[in-house]
Each structure stands twice: as structure tokens, then as C-alpha cells.
């Protein structure tokens, strides 16, 4: 009866619990059945989720980092200030040499930065410039005239100007683990200049593009493990022995360069500190 409802002749399927079996019968034949396996079907993401939020963006600093210091030294820089001022502030009028010709009108101003180098290896990783303020083109020339938009802290004679879009920040990320392949790195500084480092603090990073690091990408912040002595190990002087390294917390790269990265640390579960280590999740 119930093979004449579905319209079939010689099949019946029969379902048992958790498990699953079909059973074909045709006329004079034994009935033979067919096990089928759980699987799990794989299907790929179409589209990462954005959760760069609004509230996540607000607390990102920007950051220029440039390969070398000659870098910053050979750039347009303010020559003088309206009025004989040495330093000035929003809607100062300042005198920059190096912009001929440009056809950009909005500028960033910077000031002298640091020079880094790899902890480990003494490699010139790169040299972060200090972010001072925005200026737009009034008057071109040499000197070209310009006025201070934004000041966030004190103008002076000698800072340096490159075009704004240099410090951009990302208006989209793709939150995703960094690659195994990437190696380890180490924390190099702090924006507030402290040495102890929480949740939100902006810090750079001794990864960068060569390394394989994107955007987006997130670490493993670890404390690197502390070394002590084996009270009984059988020498004439105690053999000292690290212990594993522990997990402190989290950042997020969302600024990138050759050698160096900007990141924000996004969770924390003790202080920590520079020089702690990074690895991939």
C-alpha cells in the first residue's frame, strides 16, 4: 500500500534513529542494504564579516613608518611660521619648501620620530614619524604657503610634510588569523609611551608584508617565559631551564609595511609588556 502511494515499485527507505540505511528490493532478488556514513558538507564563506565597528575605529591611531630616516630627513619641511611665530596651532599660516608643483592641497605634518630595530637581530626594521597635524595648500611655490587645519600638538619649524593620504586608516577589515607560516615577533613600542600596555593601546610590531602579514590580521600576545634553576640537576652549577611561554592577550594589525605593522591590542588578561612575543593563533 505504502509503495503504491509514493508511485515505486521496489524501494523502500528505512531510517533508524541516529542512523541511516536504504534498502533496494527488487522481485526475486535478496534484499541488500547500503550503510551511509554521517558527512558534513563543506561549503565556502562567501563574504568574511566586517566588524570593524565604528566604535573600534574611533580608537585607531594612525601611524606613517618609513624604511629609513633619510626618508623623513629629505622631505618638504616647514621653513617658517606667520608672524615670526616658532610654533603655531589650528589656522596658523606656516611656509613649506619641497612642495613644488604639487597637485596635492591637503598635507599631514610629522615630526621627528624613532629609528627600530629587530630585538633580536639588530635589522633596521624601520623609523616611525610623529603625527602633528593636517595642513591645506593656500599658495603654491617655494616656499608654498599653507594653513594649519588640525594641530594635535604644538607646530614647529623643521616638521615635516607628506600628502594625507599617506595616514589613511582602513575603513574595512576582515578579521582573520594570521598564517602559521609568519613566525614569531615582538612588540616594539607603545603610542602613550609607557612600558606597560592594556587593552586599546596602539603598538607596533616587528611584522610586516614581508612576513606575510595582511590587514586584519590578529596575534597571540605571550609573556616570554621566565628562566630559572634546576635545583636538581646533577652539575656543578644549576642548569636554568625556561619555562613556557604565557598567553597575555590579543592585537589586531590594521596598519601594514615592509618590515613593521600598527596594531591595537583588542584583549588583554594581564599587563602587557614591550618585547613580549607574538605568534599566529
Sequence with gaps: MFRKMLGYTGL???????????????????????????????????????ILTDDLRLRLTASLVLDTAKQFNSAPYILAESEGQIQGGKDATIFVRGLNQTEELVHSIYGVGKEYKHPVTG?????????VGKATLTKAGDPAELRVTEALKPVEIGFRIFPAYALNLP????????????????????????????????????????????EGNYLEIYQIGEMVADKNAKSWRRKMISLPDKRMGRLLVYQVYEKM?????????????????????
Design 12 to 50: 523502500a527507505l528505512l531510517c533508524y534513529g541516529h542512523g541511516l540505511s536504504a534498502a533496494t528490493v527488487a522481485p526475486n532478488q535478496p534484499e541488500k542494504t547500503v550503510k551511509l556514513s554521517p558527512r558534513i558538507r563543506v561549503e565556502p564563506v562567501k563574504n568574511q564579516e566586517n
Design 261 to 281: 605593522s600598527v596594531a591595537i591590542v583588542i584583549e588583554a588578561t594581564g599587563i602587557i609588556h614591550v618585547l613580549d612575543k607574538l605568534k599566529s593563533p
Design 123 to 131: 635589522e633596521v626594521l624601520g623609523y616611525e614619524t610623529i603625527p
Design 171 to 214: 575603513t574595512k577589515l576582515r578579521f582573520i588569523p594570521a598564517e602559521k607560516g609568519v613566525g614569531e615577533g615582538y612588540i616594539l613600542s607603545v603610542h602613550n609611551g609607557l612600558e606597560q600596555i592594556g587593552k586599546d593601546d596602539t603598538v607596533l610590531i616587528s611584522l610586516g608584508q614581508r612576513d606575510g602579514i595582511e
